[in-house]
């Protein structure tokens, strides 16, 4: 993959967080790597000024008029080599309590997406039978966490997912992996009091929260140099699950 200079990488959720920092290591690669984001238009257009020859896409993940835009936009551009489908919502909440609104908003947003965008935006690869599928999952669909049904439910499908697309894949030379991430320092845990950060770095045996650049940098590797890589979850989690 590292031979494919301006190949086009489409990272969704791009604009902040992991998703931006994978942006920057697909971009250091050499890729033209597609920003994508539903509401982070400010940052994702800051992002695309600092990364030269990338591009913004703007679409709403849990619509498939959505979706199906941005695989118009990317067959317009010549086709897509990386899919990196990191974009996700969570709507936490004690099982007793949680909506059946917020379950439906949540699953669009993490499930049926990575399966929609997979199945259509692979076609792309399957003309040039090459290519790279990276499902961002999270520790919690395998390890679990207190209001926090939904959204591992979700995370734990896109594991089971990765493995079965995988194999689905491989004859056209298209690699299906997923990174699990731990508890990452991003807007998001930032968000949380000082009482939950704490009780959450207790169970890292690191004693830190990573960085999402420590997500990024194995993203990058599944898609420069991973070529006998497929069908596998790689958890990034400081040690607390493995």
């Given amino acids: 993959m590292n031979a494919h200079k301006n190949a086009v990488a489409l990272v969704t959720g791009g604009g902040t967080g992991i998703g931006a920092a994978c942006c920057r290591e697909l971009a250091k690669a050499g890729f033209c790597v597609g920003i994508h984001y539903r509401s982070s238009h400010e940052p994702a257009e800051l992002l695309q000024q600092e990364l030269p020859g990338s591009f913004t896409l703007q679409a709403d993940l849990s619509s498939r008029e ?14 897509l080599e990386v899919l990196i489908n990191n974009a996700g919502l969570a709507l936490d909440a004690p099982l007793f309590s949680a909506k059946i609104d917020d379950f439906d908003r949540v699953v669009q947003t993490n499930m049926r997406s990575v399966w929609y965008l997979s199945k259509r935006l692979g076609r792309l690869m399957m003309r040039n039978r ?24 979700t995370k734990a499908a896109i594991d089971n997912f990765t493995k079965t697309a995988a194999a689905e894949f491989a004859a056209y ?7 699990a ?31 999402p650049e420590e997500v990024a940098q194995l993203v990058r590797f599944l898609v420069v140099e991973g070529s006998y890589c497929t069908g596998a979850v790689f958890h990034v989690n400081g040690g607390m699950y493995g």
């Fill in 130 to 153: 090459r290519g790279r599928i990276i499902n961002i999952s999270s520790v919690v669909g395998s390890k679990g966490n207190p209001t926090q049904t939904v959204y591992g439910m």
């Fill in 181 to 211: 991430p731990g508890f990452i320092d991003t807007r998001m845990t930032a968000m949380l009091g000082n009482d939950v950060q704490q009780a959450i770095l207790q169970k890292i045996p690191l004693g830190r929260m990573g960085k």
């Fill in 66 to 79: 959505g979706m199906d835009g941005l695989y118009t936009a990317l067959k317009e551009r010549g086709g």
């Fill in 173 to 179: 030379n298209i690699l299906v992996n997923a990174v």
